[in-house]
């Protein structure tokens, strides 16, 4: 890059932290419990629990677990290493991946428009898709992962509309897809199945070209191998590398199965979810309208979006569609060469994009007023009730080892720093028997100081009373949760009605 293009993109950058700063769900302008205005938080408290348990010396896929990959874990072990006690560390170290994706996204939109000014405009223009409020609720593991998808997707476009391509370029951008094909596996593996469509374009400019095949591959699987080989390795030597595949590759795919089979997320999403549906339609409309201003290789970014929207159909979450922020660059593109060259062609396609832009905002007028604006009395009341069960456990132990006994990690350990007590500590949707009855076992063992549970799941908060656990009276019920702790009395298999005994002539010595 230049000097005029650090400059360019460096303005690009400070537009983005100011928008970030009061946008980003882990600013310190948001609570630990409910990002922004009332969504409590899911998938980011049980990902910082994951890290602190690697930063304390547990073991991965043994002592604790969650579908994810071990660098999402590395990164939140990090962020909890820069501050343990809140999400900054993670405001901290997504907004440098951001940067980076910026910085890629940059480079790509400069490939079309060829000026600095120009790529800093429209990079700007598109921060706003990065964080639509009704999919960017919280951070999720595709804000890790969006750094690959971008780096992969400016490749991608170097290959195809570069004229004079070298042997140093495609070893390159073939290393480099490698390399975030290996990042995205070690994140969230359904990213690397977003991010194939770039190597098949890059293959079909091969093929095209009349190139070798063999030498690109193995700059691939090099790079792929900077990045597993060595988490391979470590967990290997972890003793972990099998509980790994396990967790990872095999109970993974049977909890989505198992979601897929009590419940049409498709349907749900794209039947009873208007935003969802206009957001999907303008990533197309975004792919479709460069069919009016691409002079080569038209169908490139109608085949991209395309598939990015056909893979989050068949996960079907509305959350994934964070992944697509890269690809939203050719909204702005659409409107920049409809103002450039206005044939008929272009106007009509900006014309399209304006209506569905129209939509979109119509569905979201509620998200948006809701989400950045005021604060309902009774939220205040939650945060409160949940910040007083987290003094509750703090008061108690420090790194305690908590359980959400049929349940989701809120964070409600923050500040005790609390560590799982288990490998399944947390219950994911779709859960299989192995997860619940590690979670059985937990119970049963008393391996748990704390545990979190519903307060309509009868048959589980028996078995904690029958098992030496007590409710903690006096504490508010906090996402429909109570706290229960172990009693002092000896670590032995409980009946029911023996506890109450144990704990008397305990009294009486």
Known sequence: MK???????????????????????????????????????????????????????????????????????????????????????????NGIGYLGTLLCMYLTVKMFVKKEWGACLLVVLTIPFLFIPSMHYETKSEDTAIIFVALTFWQAVRILFTEKLTDKDWRRAFFLWGLCFGGTLMIKYNSS???????????????????????????????????????????????????????????????????????????????????????????????????????????????????????????????????????????????????????????????GILVVFGLVGYEHRKWYTKEYFGTPKELNTRRKNAHDVEDYIASKAFKPKILYYGCSDKALGMKSEALPACRYWSLQGGCTGQMTGDQQACVEQRRADFVLVKTDAKVRRKRLTDHGYVQVKGLPTVFGYNLFEKRPVP?????????????AREGEN
């Open 193 to 351: 199945l977003m991010i194939a469509v770039f190597l098949g374009v890059m293959l079909l400019r091969l093929w095209k070209d009349k190139l070798r095949f063999w030498p690109v591959f193995w700059s691939a699987v090099g790079g792929a191998a900077v990045i597993i080989v060595p988490i391979l390795i470590w967990l290997a030597c972890q003793g972990a590398l099998m509980a790994f595949i396990d967790d990872y590759f095999i109970q993974t795919p049977q909890t989505i199965a198992n979601l897929k089979s009590s419940r049409n997320y498709f349907l749900q999403m794209v039947k009873d979810r208007a935003d969802f549906r206009w957001i999907l339609l303008m990533i197309l409309a975004g792919g479709a309208a460069a069919f009016t201003w691409l002079k080569e290789w038209k169908w490139f970014p109608m085949v991209c979006t395309a598939w990015f929207v056909g893979m989050i159909l068949v996960f079907a979450r509305g959350y994934y569609i964070i992944i697509c922020g890269p690809l939203m660059v050719f909204i702005p593109l659409a409107f920049w060469f409809a103002v450039k060259e206005h044939t008929w062609p272009q106007l009509a396609a900006i014309a």
């Open 3 to 93: 000097r005029k293009d650090w400059l360019w993109f460096l303005l690009a950058a400070a537009a983005f932290v100011v928008f970030y700063y009061f946008v980003g769900e882990d600013s310190p302008l948001h609570d630990i419990f409910y990002s922004r205005d009332h969504v409590d938080r899911r998938d980011t408290p049980w990902f910082f629990t994951c890290g602190k348990a690697l930063m304390n010396g547990m073991i991965p896929y043994v002592e604790f677990a969650d579908s994810k990959g071990p660098l999402l874990w590395l990164v939140y072990g990090l962020a909890y290493l820069i501050s343990p006690h809140d999400y900054v560390g993670v405001f901290v170290l």
């Open 491 to 503: 670590d032995h298999a409980f009946k029911a009605g023996e506890q109450d005994a144990a704990v």
